[in-house]
């Protein structure tokens, strides 16, 4: 896609949406940051259904941490590998204590250092929460990216590297969530919806449906 189409691109994708927002619920980065860890191989529908139960009775990271690790995953046994996803909660919850006086940190490293977020989960709190230009690339974003020719990579560093290079940066810091969305609801896996796409005539892959 050349440099004048990715900037018509994201104009249109902004125009349609100009405040773009994560459709995870929270009200605070330590519960975006949560809720982020959860929404590994799991929808956004499904976390919010689990986290509304969960962050009633334990919304920050001393509450979370005295809930413990079997209680936990009571709260989260509709979410994929949620044992696996209690232990990390509760050991990142005891870390932020330990470490960062109970805050999110805004550091990538500190971030990633935490149990349970790599990369992808540190991009997104640094872009949602600390409003850095970085991109979180999950398989929505690594579908898109290549499917309309935006930004091609064989892996999702590949493709990272290609956003940040690719996209305009006046659309930068909110690409991510447009990006998200339009993969999300538009640019679909199986069945995308070409025909109700407003960038359809930018995009280079050649089996639109009808």
């Not at 529908?45 to 969960?54: C, E, G, I």
């Not at 330990?98 to 790599?118: K, N, Q, S």
């Amino acid at each position: 896609m050349t440099p004048e189409a990715a900037r018509e691109f994201f104009r249109r994708l902004a125009a349609l949406n100009p405040e773009p927002r994560t459709e995870l619920e929270y009200a605070s980065p330590y519960q975006l940051l949560v809720a982020v860890v959860l929404s590994a191989q799991a929808t956004d529908k499904s976390v919010n259904l689990a986290t509304r139960r969960l962050f009633a009775v334990a919304p920050t990271p001393a509450a979370m941490a005295a809930l413990g690790e079997e209680a936990v995953a009571g709260y989260i046994k509709t979410i994929g590998i949620f044992r696996a996803k209690a232990k990390n909660i509760v050991a990142l919850s005891r870390l932020l204590l330990e470490r960062h006086d109970g805050e999110v940190p805004a550091g990538r490293a500190a971030l990633e250092a935490l149990p349970g977020v790599g990369r992808k989960t540190a991009n997104v709190i640094l872009n949602s929460v600390f409003r850095q230009a970085v991109m979180a690339v999950d398989t929505h974003i690594f579908r898109l990216a290549n499917r309309t020719g935006l930004a091609p990579g064989e892996d999702v560093s590949a493709v990272e590297d290609a956003l940040m290079k690719n996209v305009p940066a006046q659309y930068l810091l909110d690409a991510h969530h447009w990006l998200i969305l339009h993969g999300r609801y538009t640019c679909t896996a199986r069945k995308p919806r070409c025909a109700a796409c407003c960038v359809s005539d930018l995009c280079a892959w050649p089996e639109k449906t009808a």
